[in-house]
């Protein structure tokens, strides 16, 4: 009895212990967090106990060998460098190795940074992308502080050659000043101001309530602020303005025109060494100048090699140029310019129609190939995807993918391996298309590779497959749609047969009453 009673206890005081070390921060699991460079390597096993026991961390998602994920990862080095000691910590995610965790926190795109207080998981605030070590300081100390922190005296910073942004306002305490302090908070790389110096209203003969953007004491543009101004309306107008009204595509300015507010990009793909490039390259500037704040314009040199990618993926070939493209980078959906003509009249109509919603998209094929449905996987291009796709009784799995990726080229062993498991299976295809060659006509939102299946139906239905990439899931995918699309598909023929059936009693009825009418 009395062993049973100690044993009890023992039991009960190891219960407390656990329930107590569990209210209480886990300092001997943090310890155990590695370091790198002052940096903690997070993995799905520790964040959690990063999150508990560190009230500002700040986390970068990265993927090894990316130019950006080199970049930020010396950025954040340094910034673990000056923030010893600090209140935030930093912290790195390899996605590439934390694939489960990346997906959990929705952080499998690009170079990701996030500012997750007081170990909330699910509301943590994005970072904007740093250029240097400078960007993420400035954010951080932008962040924690106020609006008042921008007022300043700008006499000396006015002559800089980096771009200034002056918020000229007449009260320091209208709320005005907080907009302009939300968007230097996103903007780090930026240095702003605020001031109600009556020496620049003469100056540059602006009133007050404006943003004045200047370089080496040059006023460059000024923006009247409404009672209705939002961040995101100042943010487009500070990040277009600093950027000249044709920015040429290359290494340095990638990062800044893929990252641009503005979603609509015309893009002219010219030979710098033509003859006629001055005069089409000033057309193009004009019709710029028009459309600020409405289209990015962006100009790409033909024969530079290193814009072989850029080429490629608008499917732009030798001796093509110069002509004229013009992209949403929200659906990718892209335009082109119907005309030989670019003179700056003609590229207006075409930005106008497009804006109007009246330009027709730039449908492009590969040929349909010889034998493309010989072998387990067949080999779809855009003219004969919807015939293929759209087949109300076959079950269609299809790749979507860009041959130049290496993301892409390494789901071509597993495809095959499904087509083989599934080519006894009647009524299901396997198919994949390169959407680099060919434009696709339908709602491809996200990245690819992308994973769709097509259920047997009359019905137009795509299901993106975002589950686990082996043969065994892919599998159990094919199996539930097709029986879903099987229950489905009986009450469409039951539609379709009450629909002929009704359609046949209605011309009976007709006849009849032709035949009365004789």
Not at 27 to 44: F, H, M, N, T, Y
Not at 93 to 108: C, G, I, P, Q, R
Not at 176 to 183: D, E, W
Not at 343 to 356: A, G, P, V
Request: hydrophobic content about 40%; glycine content about 4%; overall charge neutral.
């Amino acid at each position: 009895m009395k062993r049973l009673l100690l044993l009890l206890g023992v039991t009960v005081y190891c219960v407390i212990v656990c329930v107590t070390a569990e209210s209480q921060p886990d300092q001997r699991g943090a310890k155990s967090i590695p370091e790198k460079d002052g940096v903690l390597q997070l993995r799905k096993g520790n964040f959690n106990r990063a999150l508990k026991t560190h009230k500002q961390l700040l986390v970068h998602f990265y993927a090894p060998l990316s130019g950006d994920g080199l970049r930020i990862s010396t950025a954040f080095q340094g910034a673990a460098a000056e923030l010893q000691g600090s209140e935030v910590t930093l912290g790195e995610v390899d996605v590439s190795k934390e694939k489960d965790l990346a997906k959990e926190l929705n952080a499998t795109g690009p170079p990701v940074l996030r500012l997750y207080l007081s170990g909330d998981k699910r509301k943590p605030v994005p970072c904007p992308a740093p250029q240097d070590t400078a960007s993420i300081l400035t954010w951080l100390r932008r962040r924690a502080g106020s609006a008042a922190d921008l007022v300043t005296d700008i006499s000396q910073s006015e002559d800089s050659e980096e771009l200034l942004v002056v918020g000229l306002v007449e009260d320091l305490d209208h709320d005005y000043v907080k907009v302009i302090h939300a968007a230097a908070v996103d903007l780090p790389d930026v240095s702003f101001a605020v001031t109600k110096s009556e020496e620049l209203v003469t100056k540059y003969g602006i009133a007050y309530d404006s943003v004045l953007l200047l370089k080496q004491s040059k006023l460059l543009q000024a923006y009247k602020m409404m009672p209705q101004t939002s961040k995101k309306e100042l943010i487009i107008f500070i990040t277009v303005y600093q950027m000249e009204p044709v920015t040429e595509y290359n290494g340095q300015t990638a990062t800044q025109i893929l990252a641009s507010p503005v979603l609509n990009h015309a893009i002219l793909f010219v030979n710098k060494n033509s003859e006629d490039y001055k005069d089409i390259h000033s057309a193009f500037h004009t019709a710029a100048k028009a459309f600020r704040l409405k289209i990015l314009f962006v100009l790409v040199n033909v024969d530079e090699p290193r814009n072989g990618r850029m080429l490629e993926y608008f499917r732009v070939r030798d001796g093509e140029g110069p002509l004229i493209r013009i992209v949403n980078m929200t659906d990718h959906v892209t335009y082109h310019l119907p005309s030989d003509s670019l003179d700056s009249k003609t590229i207006k109509e075409f930005c106008q129609t497009y804006l109007d919603g009246k330009a027709k998209p730039k449908m492009q094929s590969e040929p349909i190939p010889e034998g493309w449905d010989k072998q387990p996987v067949k080999e779809l291009v855009g003219m004969n995807l919807e015939k293929v796709a759209f087949n109300p009784d076959k079950t269609v799995f299809v790749l979507f993918y860009l041959h130049y990726s290496q993301e892409s080229r390494a789901l071509f062993p597993l495809w095959e391996e499904l087509a083989t498991a599934l080519q006894h299976r009647e009524g299901v295809v396997v198919a994949r298309i390169d959407a680099s060659a060919n434009d696709i006509n339908l709602s491809m939102q996200g990245s690819y590779p992308s994973l769709r299946l097509f259920p047997a139906l009359y019905a137009e239905r795509v299901v993106e497959y975002t589950g686990k990439r082996t043969v065994k899931d892919l599998v159990k995918f094919v199996d539930k749609e097709m029986k879903k699309a099987k229950k489905d598909r009986v009450k469409e023929d039951e539609d379709r047969r009450k629909y002929i059936e009704t359609i046949k009693a209605e011309e009976a009825k007709k006849a009849n009453k032709t035949k009365d009418e004789l």
